[in-house]
Structure formats: C-alpha cells, structure tokens
C-alpha cells in the first residue's frame, strides 16, 4: 500500500449532523443582544439608575469571573465572543430592579462558573447559565425575587397606562404572588384578570426588570425567529402548553403567558443552542415539558414563578430526549447498537 493510499484510509469524519452556516456564534450572540435591547431600553427608562446598576453589576461580574477563569486555566479569551456578555444581561432582565449589588455579582460570578466554565466553557454546559445563576440566587435570596420596590421617578415620562398610573411609589408583591396568594387563601385564582393585560404588555414595574414589557419581549422573540436565529417549535410549544393548562385549571391563560419571566424564558432562555434539543420534534417536546412543569410550579409549587426550574429541569432531561428522539438512521434495524 503506498503512503498516498494508507493516508487517504486515516481521515476521520464527524459523525451527523453536519452544520453548516454563514452565522458564527459572536454573530448569533449579538443578534440576541440586540433583540433583548429593546425591552432593556425601555427597562432604564422607566426604572432608572436602579435599572443600570444591576445590569452593570450582572455583565460586570459575568465578564469578569470568565475572563479570570480562562487565565488562570491559561485558556484563550473568550470575551468576544458575547455568550459572558449575553448571560449577564439575562440574568439582569431575571432579577427585580432593587436587587442588591453584591447579590447581582454573586449571581453573575456562578452564572459564569457553576453554570458554564466548570462544564469546560461555551458548548459544553448542561444548563443555561443565567438560570444557573438565577437559581443560586432564588435559593439563598428567596425573598429578592419575591418582593419588589418600584423606582420612583426614573427617566421616563408620565405615561397613561391603565393599572400602572400609581406604582411607582409602592413596595409589595409581584402580580403572580398576588394571584398566588389568592389561590392559597381559597380564591379562584382569577379566570378573568384582564385588568393586568395593559400593564403586563406596556408597562410593568412590579417584577423583574425584564417584565417590563412582554409586548417588546414578544417583538425580540418573533424578530429572532424571521431571522432564522431560534426555533419557533420551543416557544410555541412552551407558551401554548402554558395557555392550555392554564385553562384547564380555571385560570386566565393570557394572564399567566405574559405575567412573570415566562416570555423572556420562552424565546430566549429555554432557546439556548447548547442546552435544548438538536431536532425539530426533541425542541417541541422540550418547549412543552417547560410549560408543563411551569405550570405545575406556578399553581401547586411554594413560589409564583416557577419559570427558572422548569427549564434548567428540562435542561436536564435534553440528553434523554436527543437519545429517545433521534432520527432513523437507514440500514440500522430498531434496537440495533
């Protein structure tokens, strides 16, 4: 056999699938930023200086927590390529306006270390990081998530929005504990609650500073979608089961998809490349697992929101889905190894 002939028989190919895209991840990453700046925008404006200190203390944290990690692992810098800069801003948008600093940095620097660079860095976590660190923070700091005290008097003007015209000076609990307390005291848990709608959609400054508005969450998701950067079967499936289950259980349903961290989580949480499912059906299955468990954790849990463990639960069992969903390979009979 020649050297020629005995070269050609060492190439080895990477078994399927075989991606090939113009997009690269720092593309992708900015794409997702952008969608999200919208919402973030609209976020400063109405809660001000509050507002911008969580978001510098979550991406500050997250940048550098991954930037010391890689040098002290004496890894090449991965700062540019967005996902540190992508998981601190989601992680913001997760947390109410008032969260303290320190509390924002803790999360971010877990985000970054427990959720992904422990893993061995972007592409190979199990679990998106921002839940990660949104998590670490549910579980410590219950009671941060759970209360909120609005900005009074960010940069925003006076905006005529039904239900809003006098929260900026109040301190209490989000909309989903209220309704959940509702439910706990023996109350129906609201089949109708349209009198949130405008609020939730426009201008909602009891919850997280990514609740502010699910309209312009909405607006980023489907953009993302058009342009082909997210699957529309995870949100889809995610937010219908929501709806549906909602429904069954005597609830308002449009009440439950746009109140909570349930948009964001839907189009850009639970749509994280690494941690969701590499087919079309394992994606749906995915999406619909979230809002199962979302609603379990919504109406039966011991907390309102129930959005972040419903996702890192399914993160879990994506795995088990690729393995249970993958296509049919032709010439393999069932069962073959």
């Known amino acids: 056999m020649s050297a020629q002939s005995s070269k050609a028989t060492t190439?080895?190919?990477?078994?399927?699938?075989?991606?090939?895209?113009?997009?690269t991840c720092r593309g992708t990453m900015l794409w997702v930023i952008g969608a999200l700046m919208p919402v973030t925008a609209w976020a400063i404006w109405n809660?001000?200086?509050?507002?911008?200190?969580?978001?510098?203390?979550?991406i500050g944290s997250a940048l550098a927590t991954e930037g010391l990690w890689n040098r002290l692992a004496r890894r090449p810098q991965t700062l540019l390529d967005g996902s540190a800069l992508l998981t601190g801003l989601l992680l913001a948008l997760a947390l109410p306006p008032r969260t303290p600093w320190w509390i924002a940095v803790a999360g971010g620097i877990v985000a970054?270390?427990?959720?992904k660079m422990i893993f061995g860095?972007?592409?190979?976590?199990?679990?998106?990081?921002?839940?990660?660190?949104?998590?670490?923070?549910?579980?410590?700091?219950?009671?941060?998530?759970s209360e909120v005290s609005p900005y009074p008097g960010g940069w925003y003007s006076a905006i005529d929005v039904p239900g809003t015209a006098d929260l900026d000076a109040i301190s209490g609990a989000t909309r989903l504990a209220i309704a959940a307390a509702d439910?706990?005291?023996?109350?129906?848990?609201?089949f109708d609650l349209s009198g949130h709608y405008d609020a939730l959609l426009f201008r909602n400054l009891e919850g997280c500073l990514g609740e502010v508005s699910a309209a312009l969450l909405l607006l980023g998701g489907v953009a993302l979608i058009i342009r082909g950067i997210i699957d529309w079967r995870i949100p889809a499936g995610y937010i219908g089961t929501v709806a549906l289950l909602s429904w069954a259980f005597g609830s308002d349903p449009v009440f439950h998809v746009l109140a909570g961290g349930l948009m964001l989580g839907a189009f850009f949480m639970a749509t994280d490349y690494v941690t969701s499912p590499m087919?079309?059906?394992?994606?749906?299955?995915?999406?619909?697992?979230?809002?199962?468990?979302?609603?379990?954790?919504?109406?039966?849990?011991?907390?309102?929101?129930?959005?972040t463990f419903a996702i890192l639960f399914m993160n879990g069992l994506v795995p088990l889905i690729d393995r249970g969903l993958r296509p049919r390979t032709f010439g393999w009979r069932r069962g073959d190894a």
């Open 121 to 145: 860095g972007l592409g190979w976590n199990l679990f998106n990081p921002a839940l990660v660190g949104r998590a670490f923070i549910s579980i410590s700091w219950a009671g941060v998530l």
């Open 279 to 307: 087919t079309p059906l394992g994606r749906f299955v995915f999406g619909v697992g979230c809002g199962v468990f979302n609603v379990v954790g919504r109406f039966f849990g011991p907390m309102p929101e129930a959005t």
């Open 112 to 115: 970054i270390a427990l959720g």
């Open 47 to 58: 809660m001000g200086s509050v507002a911008v200190a969580l978001l510098a203390a979550c």
């Open 183 to 190: 439910r706990d005291a023996g109350g129906a848990y609201g």
């Open 11 to 23: 190439i080895l190919v990477a078994p399927a699938p075989h991606v090939v895209a113009k997009s």
